[in-house]
Structure formats: structure tokens, C-alpha cells
């Protein structure tokens, strides 16, 4: 790694009280830490030395390239306190390699994974109070890494000029009203991604895409949306902004299979590893909706939850569409609440990390 990284003075930190306060009810992405990260790339140059910058406003030109062909890709993932005080990140090098595939898709610049964590570490050393305390729930410090074309120039092309940033976020549950299951909206006039699109990527185009379905969503009193492939209409793609699996009555664990269209989720791949240790049999393929709403009726698909890093692992109960519903039920399932456990005591330092999945920060 050719980066360091220097820190500038320190804002005025919010007092001990204040901070303590919002940890006790983070929320979600609502207040951000004390300081931020910042990389910049030239063409010409390279990746400059990193800076830890006190979190605020930045200054970009309005000509820069993410505000007008939106070239701009972004990482979630955690930071968790375990008993003894340290603080841990979860496979943050699967989250640097989708950074650099996501890369690839937008034409932007290849971070070195090795300085993807290090952004991470300078961000959670500085903001380490920041990171809520061991025993508080589903809580942790969220972190979002991004990069944006921040080059002045109007014409359609990769940017010469671009910025990463490292911004962080402490973080309960993603939806409120606790562990109850989520309605879902089941969305025919949208799609999110398509054939040959972005859809595979994290990049901000595909979360602004989502947003007309989410609002269809909400105008029918559900959570989040649900997206089918954009060519048949058929297929289970995925949530706003989070994968779906859903839990059969004999034992199958059944996931859409990654076709090009639907995002890599860590969270995704991670419970398709631990479901065998679960006993659970996954499956990773194509699912028509039909088979959702069969396999509800007959009683063969006992439980469905989504899942992500922000969102963990939800329950969903109610899919809703344009003329009728299926509940496949009214609180959280056992499967879905075990699978939830096994993934919350790797995170949280509880189980073994027989796999390697944590890293320290
Ligand atoms: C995640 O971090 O889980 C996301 O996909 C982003 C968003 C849903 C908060």
C-alpha cells in the first residue's frame, strides 16, 4: 500500500453526553461521526496519500461528473464492538473486491483492497467512541465508503478526476418497530436493472432506480419493493436494496441466482455458507414469483427474509400485488430468527470465527 494518511485538526467533538444519547437510539444513517476520509485519484497521477478530514461539507464543483451522469459507486458495511472492547469489521475484503468490481462497471479507478481496509481503520481508530457499546442489540458503527467522478467537465466520458471518501454512521435496526416481519410490494411496472446494465454494481444509479417502485411501495403500506427480471417479468431479482430468501418446508434455502442484474450481497453469500452448518440445504436459481405464491398456498415455502448489511436478516410476511396479497406469516420464523442468531453471534464475537470472517480494526 502506497497510501498514508494525515489528519487534520479535529473539529469540536459533540459532547460525551450528546453522543452517548444518539448511541442509545441510533437508528438508521442519521447522524454521521466526527471525522471522514478522503483519497484522490488523477489519471495522471495515481491515488494520492489519504487524509482523515473532520466530517462536514465538502466543496465540488457543479460541473463534477457524478452530479450529471451520476459515475459514482458506494460500500456498506459494519463495525462491531465485541465484549472485551475491540472493535471488529465483517469480510471487509469482500466488500474492497465488490468496491473494484463495481469499479470495472463505472469506469472509475481500482482501490487496492489492502487500502480499502486501511481507509476503514484510520476512519474507526479517530471515531472509535462512535462505535456503539458491546450487549446494546443490533447496534454497530456503519460505514460507507464511496467514490464519485469529481472532475469538472460536461462531456460523456470517465472522469480524469475522482474522490473516495470513508464516512461512518452508527446504526440499530434498519426498519423500525423491531424483529416483526416487513410487507413487501410487489412491483410490475419497474424494473431496477437489466440485462447488461449496473445491476451487479453498487453504484447510486441503481438505488435511484429503485426509489419510483419504493414509492409504489409505500402508497400500498408496504416496506420495501420487489423486483422481477426485467426481460419476462417472471423472475425474483431482488428488494430495494437488499437480497431475498425464502425458507422451505423441507429444508431448502432458496436464493435468485446471480445473473448479471442482481447485487453480490455479502450478507447473501455469507448465509448460504452458514445455512449447512444450520442443517439447511441453499440453493442458489432462477424463482419465478409464481412460486412464491404457490409454495405459500401449499404451505412448502414456510418463511421468506431479506437481507443485507444495513438490513441484516428481516422477516418479510405479506407480499402484496396489483390484486392480491399472500401472508406467509404474521411473525418472525424460526429458521429466519436462527439464521439471524448465527450471523448477529459472528458479528457481535459470540461464536467461533471458524471461517476468518472478522478483521480488526
Ligand atoms: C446495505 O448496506 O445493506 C445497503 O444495501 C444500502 C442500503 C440499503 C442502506
Redesign the pocket.
Known amino acids: 500500500s502506497k497510501l498514508t494518511f494525515s489528519t487534520s485538526s479535529r473539529p469540536d467533538p459533540l459532547a460525551d453526553e450528546a453522543r452517548l444519547a444518539i448511541l442509545d437510539d441510533p437508528g438508521f ?1 442519521v447522524t454521521m461521526t466526527d471525522h471522514m476520509v478522503r483519497i484522490e485519484w488523477t489519471r495522471e497521477g495515481g491515488w494520492s496519500n489519504g487524509e482523515l478530514l473532520p466530517y462536514g461539507p465538502i466543496s465540488i464543483e457543479p460541473a463534477a461528473g457524478v452530479f450529471h451522469y451520476g459515475q459514482e459507486i458506494f460500500e ?1 458495511l459494519k463495525a462491531f464492538r465485541h465484549s472485551d472492547g475491540s472493535v471488529w469489521c465483517f469480510r471487509p475484503e469482500v466488500n474492497g473486491a465488490r468496491l473494484q468490481r463495481s469499479a470495472k462497471r463505472l469506469a472509475l479507478p481500482e482501490l487496492d483492497i489492502d487500502d480499502f481496509i486501511e481507509s476503514l481503520k484510520v476512519l474507526v481508530s479517530a471515531d472509535e467512541k462512535w462505535v456503539p457499546e458491546f450487549g446494546t442489540g443490533e447496534t454497530s458503527l456503519y460505514l460507507r465508503p464511496f467514490m464519485i467522478a469529481s472532475e469538472a467537465f460536461l462531456g460523456v466520458r470517465p472522469a480524469n478526476g475522482v474522490t473516495y471518501f470513508v464516512i461512518a454512521s452508527p446504526a440499530g435496526a ?1 426498519f423500525s418497530g423491531g424483529i416483526k416481519p416487513v410487507s413487501l410490494w410487489l412491483s410490475t411496472d419497474y424494473a431496477r436493472a437489466g440485462d447488461g446494465g449496473t445491476g451487479a454494481a453498487k453504484c447510486g444509479g441503481n438505488y435511484a432506480s429503485s426509489l419510483a417502485g419504493q414509492v409504489e411501495a409505500a402508497e400500498h403500506g408496504c416496506e420495501q419493493v420487489v423486483f422481477l427480471d426485467s426481460s419476462t417479468h417472471t423472475y425474483i431479482e431482488e428488494l430495494g ?2 437480497n431475498l430468501f425464502l425458507v422451505y418446508a423441507d429444508g431448502r434455502l432458496v436464493t435468485p441466482e446471480l445473473t448479471g442484474s442482481i447485487l453480490e450481497g455479502v450478507t447473501r453469500s455469507s448465509i448460504l455458507e452458514l445455512a449447512t452448518d444450520l442443517g439447511l440445504r441453499p440453493e442458489e436459481r432462477r424463482i419465478p414469483i409464481q412460486e412464491w405464491k404457490d409454495g405459500v398456498a401449499s404451505g412448502e415455502i414456510t418463511e421468506v427474509f431479506a437481507c ?4 441484516v436478516v428481516t422477516p418479510v410476511g405479506t407480499l402484496k400485488w396489483d390484486g392480491g396479497e399472500s401472508t406467509v406469516g404474521t411473525e418472525a420464523g424460526e429458521t429466519t430468527m436462527k439464521i439471524r442468531q448465527s450471523l448477529l453471534d459472528i458479528q457481535y464475537g459470540k461464536a467461533d470465527d471458524t471461517r476468518g470472517w472478522m478483521t480488526r480494526l
Open positions: 444513517g456498506g434498519y436494496g437488499m443485507g448489511t444495513a438490513a
